[in-house]
């Protein structure tokens, strides 16, 4: 079965260097330069990933991204100007996996890609990788045959990567994981500066799911400076 691929870049040029890349590794790719256009696709094809420009002639790639979240939980990357953080942080907290900046370099492109797509494909596995399938402590359980999660009987709608921070930090209940750690499990890559803003937005959007207050957490607590923990 084919991987589908959705590339969306009013910038043509971009858009076909990511075509060309991606297709070459194999993958089916589905490719627009407006939001209209990808919008329908969305809603017709079955999609494994989706690459998105923030900046579009008709729409924005939040608007989009926020409308796929809606009913589906396939991985998306985002596509922002350089140093723009603000976009990268809006992105993120709209249930974005990842972002790269212009201009980038093509095969990184592609290595996060596969990346996200490892990580989606162990997310809904019938075969979980962990010895450990079944977690539940403090009305929080994560069962990862079935890829559900609840709070206090509570279904959370969580993305794949929401879902690994959450394993990670419950596996190894009782004890602080670095923010360097809780990325290179997570996004399996290597880890920068900016990599602590991804952990913390995604941090962020988990409690703003689960309720859970940041000054008083119940669940997911920050030790400042070196990372998360969650009590036993």
């Known amino acids: 079965m084919s991987t589908n691929i959705l590339?969306?870049?009013d910038e043509q040029s971009i858009a076909d260097l990511i075509?060309?890349?991606?297709?070459?590794?194999?993958?089916?790719?589905?490719?627009?330069?407006?939001?209209?256009?990808?919008?329908?696709?969305?809603?017709?094809?079955?999609?494994?990933?989706a690459i998105l420009d923030v900046m579009l002639p008709d729409a924005d790639g939040f608007s989009i991204c926020q409308q796929i979240r809606e009913k589906h939980n396939f991985p998306i990357i985002m596509l922002t100007a350089k140093d723009e953080e603000i976009d990268k942080i809006?992105?993120?907290t709209l249930g974005a996996d990842d972002y790269i900046t212009k201009p980038f370099r093509p095969l990184e492109l592609v290595a996060r890609v596969k990346a996200q797509l490892r990580r989606f494909t162990r997310y809904n596995s019938s075969n979980p990788l962990r010895e450990e399938k079944f977690i539940a402590f403090a009305g929080l359980v994560l069962n990862k045959d079935t890829?559900?999660?609840?709070?206090?009987?509570?279904?959370?709608?969580?993305?794949?990567?929401?879902?690994?921070?959450?394993?990670?930090l419950a596996s190894n209940r009782g004890r602080v994981v670095t923010s360097e750690e809780l990325f290179h499990e997570v996004w399996g890559d290597k880890y920068f500066t900016n990599s602590n803003n991804t952990v913390m937005v995604h941090i962020r959007h988990l409690r703003e799911k689960m309720h859970d207050n940041a000054e008083h957490p119940k669940y997911i607590k920050t030790v400042w400076g070196v990372g998360y923990k969650i009590e036993k």
Request: glycine content about 6%; aromatic content about 14%; hydrophobic content about 35%.
């Open 90 to 92: 809006t992105g993120l």
């Open 19 to 49: 075509e060309v890349y991606l297709k070459n590794e194999g993958f089916e790719i589905y490719k627009f330069y407006n939001g209209k256009d990808a919008l329908n696709c969305i809603e017709n094809e079955k999609l494994d990933l």
């Open 7 to 9: 590339i969306v870049d």
């Open 147 to 168: 890829y559900e999660c609840t709070l206090n009987e509570r279904p959370l709608s969580l993305t794949p990567t929401e879902f690994s921070i959450l394993w990670v």
